[in-house]
């Protein structure tokens, strides 16, 4: 509809231009001063042809007119040429033939005429209307980015200024901006502290003669080092034209303590085109927040669509630094574009994936995926669809057993939210990480080794210690004191027992052994209930009472028996651990959306808010107020639960107030 109406709107502005190109030309001709170039294409005589009326004239020239501006307007000038150059030729002949046959003229010269104005008017126009469009968005787009770039442009000259300082012997350094008479005026300034102030008529002098340096340097385009006169103690100073896009837009004068090194040229250059950049950026903003409306013929609209166009071309330069800070980057990365192209390759990325820069240029991302192709990864575009099409990045540890090498692989897809058009995000490209993690793979290992290594050479002499002192504590010829001594050593063995059984199936389950994790459909009220039984004596020497609370018949989950009968086991004897005498403990059941929750609920000391997040960290014990870390803890039994919901696809959660109370529960998805 909108397309419709535009097309009308533009086609009734071109025929209303034709139409008055056409009526300009036709009053010329009605005032007789186009009668040499109407006699140019008539073969008879004057006083003998036949003449149009002026109706009849204004009828042809118009309609002439008319037709060309609909040609030029429908299929453009170009596309119009060969009919228009076809009707000129067939126009003329036909005035020549009827003028010298039947003696009538047909007021071809003003027709051909009317149509030379229609035709220019309307592609005027078209230009007109394309070059609107092209000073609206050029001017936007640079309008956007100068918003997006941070800080003041006086800011980023010091900013830059200082720079220089760290790396050249600086006394003083001024950067100078052209002003409206195209005079150099300072704009930015940084002393180095040491400078003595000079004499002021001195001082006015070496100015002078720094805007001179400043001046040549801009009008040749390059670098002037040059000895102030009178120096003889090694000063150097040098004048930097401040060039963008091939523009000098103002100049930067340093005073040396010492002579300039050339070594350091390159890098002020570099400094240099930063500055430019900046200050080409200042003026171009200073311009856009003028309005233009008169473009196409205006010359200040043309220097404006110039400096917008500087802007963007300065962006498009600094942005290239983000990719070449890639290379500097210890991990593997390469950037796509949604096409698959690859954008950019960094040099770990092609040394993991075994590819030489000039065989990465005729890969696109699927082939650098191919690369890493093997095991868990065995079709990379998979990978790539789930990625585009849940937003979601892919993760996965490959191992490659011919090199012994662990590479995490990372794909992911970068969006960015633009406020301004649309707060959803917006794809833009995709990315892919390889970070080597051989060497942290390999310690883990080791680590998780040496554990079970030294827990299991632990368990043996704990069972001799436990199984002798039990026996001897059996001997009723023994003294008192002595028996009471090896319960104790009998206790305390059996505790060590605990935590090391303990603390083995936490690193088992750490180590992700799968296999022994048995998942058979099971039951979850049964769970309970045994749980329940089975430390009811336990809570009876506490008086607490065990509340079991199983509204709903549970689905069956997949799990390991064992290990959800300890988890559960865990967090019941927690509660009744860490509650005081004549409390209720409720355990329930409860089923959720695509899973089933198990929770236990205490009357007990509750954590504090500092703890609550660390409880589930091996090793973590609260320390209470008052009370003496309970002996019987080893911070080890949450650590278990959460390894063992997490093996089995669920979550763990806590609730908890001091002196009121805990509330521990996990999920476990239903099958
Ligand atoms: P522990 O072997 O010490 O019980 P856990 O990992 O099971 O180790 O628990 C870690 C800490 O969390 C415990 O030291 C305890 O202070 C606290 N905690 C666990 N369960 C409860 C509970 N139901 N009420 C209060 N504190 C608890």
Known sequence: MKNLSSYFRSLSVSLGLAFCASLVVWATWSAGLLASLQAAFVLSEPNETLVPQSWLGALLIVGAGLSAGFIVERVGARRGLPLLGGGFILGCALSLLVSRFRQIDIAFAPMALAVVASVAAVQLRKLWDVDLNLTRNISHAAAHVSALEGGEASARLMGGLKLLQTMLPLDEAVVFQPDESEALSPIARLRSDSTPLSPNSSHLQIWREGVVLCERAMTRGEVIAAKPPGETDGKGTVALPLKHEGRAVGALLLRLREEFDEEDRPLLIAVGAQLARNLQRDKARRRLDEKEFL??????????????????????????????????????????????????????????????????????????????????FDEPSIAVRRVLQTGEAYERDLYFTDRNQTLALRIALVASRDAIASPALEPLCLTVRVCDVTEKKEYEKLKSDMISLMSHELRTPITSINGFAELLAMDDTLPEQ???????????????????????????????????????????????????????????????????????????????????????????????????????????????????????????????????????????????????????????????????????????????????GSKFSFTLPRL
């Open 295 to 376: 473009t196409f013929l205006s010359y200040r609209a043309a220097e404006t669509r110039l400096a917008s166009f500087d802007v963007v071309s300065g962006l498009l330069t600094e942005q290239r630094f983000g990719a070449a800070v890639l290379a500097e980057a210890f991990h593997g990365y390469a950037v796509a574009y949604l096409d698959g192209t690859l954008a950019s390759v960094n040099p770990p990325m092609l040394h993991a994936a075994h590819l030489s820069e000039e065989e990465a240029r005729n890969l696109d991302i699927f082939g650098l995926l191919d690369r890493f192709r093997g095991g868990v």
């Open 482 to 660: 002595t028996r009471e001594f090896l319960t104790i050593i009998r206790n305390e063995s059996q505790r060590l027992t605990r935590m090391i059984n303990t603390f083995l199936a936490v690193t088992q389950l750490e180590r992700g052994d799968k296999q022994e994790v048995l998942k058979i459909p099971l039951k979850l009220d049964d769970v309970v209930r045994e749980t329940v039984n089975s430390l009811q004596p336990v809570a009876k020497k506490k008086r607490i009472r065990l509340v079991e609370h199983t509204p709903v018949r549970l689905p069956p989950i997949a799990a390991d028996r064992s290990l959800i009968t300890q988890a559960v086991t865990n967090l019941v004897d927690n509660a009744i651990k860490y509650s005081p005498e004549r409390t209720a403990i409720t355990i329930s059941t409860a089923l959720e959306a695509d899973s089933v929750r198990v929770s236990v609920e205490d009357r007990g000391f509750g954590i504090p808010p500092e703890s609550i997040d660390r409880i589930w960290e091996k090793f973590y014990r609260v320390a209470r107020d008052g009370q003496e870390k309970d002996k019987a803890s080893t911070g080890l039994g949450l650590s278990f639960v959460r390894e063992v919901v997490e093996q089995h696809g669920g979550n763990v959660a806590v609730e908890s107030e001091v002196g009121r």
